[in-house]
């Protein structure tokens, strides 16, 4: 998939373990995993506001879009 | 009332379905044993097996037109009954397979496991399985059953992929 969720890159910098913040957006530790780990097929609204809440970042920090291979862009 | 999960009607019909499938596995060694002593008149010497060589022991617990069949049946030459045998083999084996995957089936529902990939594989079986059982014993509400079936497999399909869909929104 081209977007990659930085989950962790941004949880590294905030030094918030996984079940910590699990315990405060109201996740299992299972599904944070599940996100953290881009296995996630679709992210609620309200999982990303409660993620921005508590990393204190904007949406564009925790998604990044990876043009797959071969993808042809307006740049080339 | 619950139907899936524990202490539902599928944990009921499950842990019911379990004793059954034993019972019926024990009847059908039965019936294939009694029906093979009966066909080659085979006796060991004593009441029971003697009375079923002789086949005589079902004519009373049978309904009249069951024992109009029975009686044909016995009266057939050897080679029709051994050639008949694998019929009732067949469908006996047909339908201990059904109870098997009904079993599965339940197990899974049992769990609160329904919307699952593996549930419209187990249908699929059954409705596979109750084809072959109601074309050999010719019945046509059982057909139509089937086809039911089918069109129960695609429905749980398609909630199969919107589960997984859920499963994976975080």
Same mark, same amino acid.
């Given at each position: ?5 930085? =989950?962790? $890159? ?12 699990? $315990?405060?957006?109201?996740? +299992?530790?299972?599904? =944070?995993?599940? =996100? ?10 309200? +999982? ?14 925790? =998604? ?6 071969? +993808?042809? +862009?307006?740049?080339? | ?18 004793? /059954? ?11 294939? *044993?009694?029906? @093979?002593?009966?066909? /080659?008149? !085979?006796?060991?010497? &004593?009441? @029971? #097996?003697?009375? !079923?060589?002789?086949? &005589? ?14 009686? %044909? ?28 995957? #009904?079993?599965? *089936? ?29 074309? *050999?014993?010719?019945?046509? #509400? ?8 089918? /069109?129960?497999? &695609?429905?749980? %399909? ?5 589960? &997984? ?6």
């Amino acid at each position: 998939m081209s977007i990659i969720f930085r =989950l962790d $890159r941004v949880m590294a910098g905030r030094k918030m373990p996984l079940n910590e913040l699990a $315990r405060r957006i109201g996740l +299992t530790d299972s599904n =944070l995993s599940i =996100l953290k780990t881009g296995k996630a097929r679709a992210v609620r609204v309200n +999982t990303l506001d409660a993620l921005c809440r508590e990393l204190g970042c904007q949406p564009g920090d925790l =998604l990044e879009y990876v043009p797959d291979e071969g +993808t042809e +862009t307006e740049d080339e | 009332m619950r139907y899936f999960g524990e202490k539902s009607l599928s944990s009921k019909a499950s842990k019911a379905l379990d004793v /059954f499938w034993y019972l019926a596995l024990a009847g059908s060694a039965l019936a294939v *044993l009694a029906a @093979v002593m009966n066909v /080659f008149s !085979i006796s060991f010497g &004593d009441p @029971v #097996t003697s009375e !079923i060589a002789k086949g &005589d022991f079902l004519i009373d617990r049978l309904s009249t037109a069951d024992k109009k069949d029975w009686i %044909e049946l016995r009266s057939l030459p050897l080679v029709w009954k051994v050639i008949i045998m694998p019929y009732f083999v067949a469908v006996d084996a047909l339908f201990l397979l059904m109870i098997r995957q #009904t079993r599965h *089936l339940l197990a899974n529902f049992s769990k609160d496991i329904v919307f699952n990939k593996g549930n419209v594989h187990i249908i699929l079986k059954i409705s596979k399985l109750n084809v072959g059982l109601s074309v *050999l014993t010719v019945n046509i #509400t059982s057909f139509l059953i089937s086809i039911m079936l089918f /069109f129960l497999c &695609d429905v749980l %399909e398609k909630g199969a992929v919107l589960q &997984d869909e859920h499963d994976l929104t975080i």
